[in-house]
């Protein structure tokens, strides 16, 4: 089954710095790849996603890229914020959705 | 409209108790999806339901866990004898045709703790 792996595990970044978070995925197949943010106690919360035939999509402040080659995809934030600070899941679906194991990101103001 | 919404959100019990989690998906949605997520641990996938039916149910880790959605709206898992390392935050999530690509929206989770 579909494997994901996520980096890095923890992220600090002063406000208005830039967040770079990588995955990478195991099945070739795997054609759907969202993130989700996740506050303390809360529910994950769908932030941007990229389907297969994309290699790139913006969100303002949010960013992905796919490249399905390497098997790999990464979140950009620009410009951070305090309320940036949150937990990161990405995830790949081609029959069901795997998560990656997360990246806790600290925006310090 | 709402969104998903799951019932109980805290569940306390004891070991080889029995308990059931409940599940109310955004309405219209004819995909229903179960996550368990342990401490530190991002989601990790249970069963899927398109419809009435168990579309995927590879994720469920024996057979103490089965899920039914009997009208194809309002879901409940059920766990039987439960052990200590069942606590965890059991999340659910809709969408609306079940697609690969289709966005999947979740609940607030129910938090499980055996003890």
């Known amino acids: 089954g579909e494997n994901v792996e996520q980096h890095p595990s923890t992220l600090s970044v002063q406000e208005g710095d830039s967040a770079v978070i990588k995955c990478t995925y195991s099945d070739s197949a795997s054609n759907y790849f969202p993130w989700y943010k996740q506050e303390l106690g809360k529910r994950p919360q769908l932030i941007i996603d990229i389907r297969s035939n994309v290699g790139e999509k913006k969100d303002q402040r949010i960013a992905v890229t796919l490249n399905k080659t390497a098997k790999h995809f990464s979140l950009h934030i620009t410009e951070t914020q305090p309320e940036d600070s949150a937990v990161y899941f990405c995830?790949?679906?081609?029959?069901?959705?795997?998560f990656g194991a997360g990246t806790r990101l600290t925006v310090k103001p | 409209g709402a969104g998903v919404s799951q019932t109980p959100s805290n569940k306390v019990t004891e070991k080889g108790k029995y308990v059931e989690l409940r599940c109310d998906p955004i309405?219209?949605?004819?995909?229903l999806y179960w996550y368990r997520q342990s401490l530190g641990q991002g989601p990790e996938f249970l069963i899927y339901f398109q419809g009435t039916g168990a579309a995927d149910d590879s994720g469920l880790p024996n057979d103490r866990f089965f899920a039914v959605r009997p009208e194809g709206s309002v879901s409940t898992l059920k766990i039987q004898r439960t052990e200590r390392g069942d606590s965890a935050v059991y999340l659910c999530?809709?969408?609306?045709?079940?697609?690969?690509?289709?966005?999947?929206?979740f609940g607030p989770g129910t938090r499980l703790t055996v003890l």
């Open positions: 999530a809709s969408s609306a045709n079940g697609g690969a690509t289709d966005t999947q929206y």
């Open positions: 309405s219209g949605h004819t995909a």
């Open positions: 995830a790949a679906t081609y029959n069901d959705m795997r």
